[in-house]
């Protein structure tokens, strides 16, 4: 069982050692890089590759630890006892399961993926450390140990938005998606659009790569936007050349919307282009 | 196995535990290392760094600590004294080597006999010139390039891959502008900040409400099921930065306590003075003389219920609090103190964070002052001083 990329994914050596190193000692693997690199792509596609089952939790500030493992649900019991149902006696009934309760059961080993664990309270991490560690944990209600038999792919991925804790962090492999180089980001290219021509793309590409060189701007555009813009720069069926307009009006990229996500960067990308011009004339 | 690696990791400062070192040799065990130079350096890293901040101090460390295991720059004695395993070289050989070249490994005997006249060629190599290492480096056929891992040495590899390449990943020190970044050490100071949290019920209600239930059901002689809203918290903060001046020795700490309460708080209104509140504040010092606001009217925004945060050193003169005029930036008509005094009677919950260490206070004639003008809520920026703080704030 190894992981070695999908035909839809260019994964890098570092990547792939960071990921097979995580199934094998069966850790879980905490991936961080800047937004648009592909963090949650990444269990998808170890899923795909494996062909294992994908269980999303995806984490909100307002989620609990106590969410992924199960929640009683005291309201329907009351209500149920109320109308004289049957199945008030066993308590059971109103035990629902969470995510990790999901994979620790699932008997294929699933991947799991816990999305942007950073956007939780700052202690949620902590409540997971036993159950992640031992992958297993016990029902008061029922008085029962749900324990994994074959555990799962345990995915984490982080915008950094909160420190994680030590103790949490001393458990799990650690990857960080670096920025693609022009390299790389090229072969991701050919495997989103394999037909895209290839002027077209050297163009694109330089562009993007001087577009991210610009000091200043709110937010650098990341691989997803890139892939988005080729999209549209395809759909549009734009010739390479242009890309390379000298005409003042179009010193923003045709289409730069997809690349450029507010209106100050879109200002700021105007101004240093037309000065850029007028120094090149 | 690589323990002197793992201690010199400790002391780089990089936050290394026992827990990670076993998992590294679980892996190793395991194979995952694969006996490329290359993958072990990516496996080690993924178990031993867990912060991007300290993947650059990682490959320093890793380039210094493992240069000279490789390189044979010492001769044939420095190998046989480094541990790397015989396998590393046998398929680190394989790796490199064309096939012309595995013939002549066979041609010459082997592996043992390779290693044996490898040593001899060394030894003769002494004798004849200085720089010992080049010869086998630059000569890009000779089947001993393969040991050699130094950027010359690898070269006989280099269109297997990409990865590959001369210099080695470790030496290209690709994550040097991760290592200052902000944020270090925000999680203490957001743990300690926990304490201001003041939970309050609003929104939807969507929690059962046991108590209201239970008494509600007692009353009616019916089921009657109370829901009420999730606890949020509710605290309101206003934060005031003295900015500047002799805080400059201060920013780095500073700058970790904004973002700690950046995040830590919703309600969070903060604004930018220097040494002393005046008349005016304002929210950007890049335009502090343009955009101020005046004092006034944040007192008359922002509730009794926010609590005042100030934070800054309140080393200045004497002068600068007490009289009319003593800024060091602009005329004040009225005095510091007066306009301490003001915001100190509509925020009835007020601390004063200062930088400056407490066993210092007592020199400072001005940080005598302010204590006294805050009514001894002076709290040091440390993380017991913040408890501290979150405690009196509370009260």
Known sequence: MKFQGTENYVATEDLMVAVNAAITLQRPLLVKGEPGTGKTVLAEEIAKSLGKKLITWSIKSTTRAQQGLYEYDAVSRLRDSQLGDARVHDIANYIVKGKLWEAFEDESAPVLLIDEIDKADIEFPNDLLQELDRMEFFVYETQETIRATNRPIVIITSNNEKELPDAFLRRCFFHYIRFPDAETMAEIVAVHFPDIQKRLVSEALNLFYDMRDVGGLKKKPSTSELLDWLKLLVAEDLPPEALRAKDAKTAVPPLHGALLKNEQDVHLFERLAFMARREGR | ?395
């Open chain 2, 1 to 395: 196995m690589f323990t002197g690696f793992f201690y010199k990791l400790k002391e780089a400062r990089i936050p290394v535990s026992l827990r990670e070192y076993l998992t590294l040799l679980e892996a190793v065990e395991k194979g995952l290392a694969n006996y490329a130079v290359e993958d072990f350096y990516y496996l080690a890293r993924a178990a031993l760094v867990k912060d991007e901040r300290h993947l650059d101090r990682f490959d320093q460390v890793f380039g210094a600590h493992f240069k000279g295991m490789i390189d044979l720059a010492d001769g044939m004695d420095e190998v046989a004294k480094a541990d790397i395993p015989e396998e590393w070289l046998r398929k680190l050989a394989e790796k490199f080597l064309t096939d012309a070249e595995k013939a002549e490994i066979e041609a010459l005997g082997g592996w043992e006999k390779l290693m044996e006249t490898l040593k001899q060629r060394l030894e003769e190599q002494k004798g004849r010139h200085q720089g010992g290492n080049k010869w086998i480096g630059t000569a890009g056929t000779s089947p001993f390039g393969a040991y050699g891992y130094n950027p010359e040495g690898v070269r006989i590899g280099q269109d297997k891959s990409r990865h590959r390449r001369a210099v080695k990943v470790w030496d290209k020190r690709e994550f040097k502008n991760l290592d200052d970044s902000v944020e270090i050490g925000t999680r203490n100071i957001k743990v300690a900040l926990r304490r201001l949290r003041k939970w309050a019920r609003t929104g939807a209600a969507d929690e059962l409400d046991l108590p209201g239930t239970i008494s509600s059901t007692a009353r009616q002689g019916w089921l009657d099921v109370q829901m009420r809203p999730e606890r949020h918290n509710a605290v309101k903060v206003l934060m005031l930065f003295d900015i500047g001046g002799s805080m400059d020795d201060h920013i780095k700490v500073c700058e970790e306590l904004f973002s700690a309460v950046k995040t830590e708080f919703k309600h969070l209104e903060y604004y930018y003075f220097h040494n002393c509140p005046y008349e005016g504040l304002w929210k950007d010092n890049a335009r502090r003389r343009t955009d101020q606001v005046s004092t006034w009217d944040v007192i008359r925004t922002y509730g009794a219920d926010y609590k005042l945060v100030i934070v800054g050193d309140a080393t200045m003169s004497p002068y600068e609090i007490t009289y009319p005029g003593g800024s060091v930036e602009h005329w004040n008509q009225e005095a510091g103190a007066v306009w301490m005094q003001r915001l100190l009677d509509h925020f009835e919950h007020a601390a004063w964070i200062n930088p400056q260490a407490e066993n210092w206070w007592q020199y400072h004639g001005s940080i005598q002052i302010m204590h006294k003008l805050m009514e001894g809520r002076m709290y040091p920026l440390t993380l017991e001083g913040l408890d501290r703080m979150t405690g009196a704030l509370n009260r």
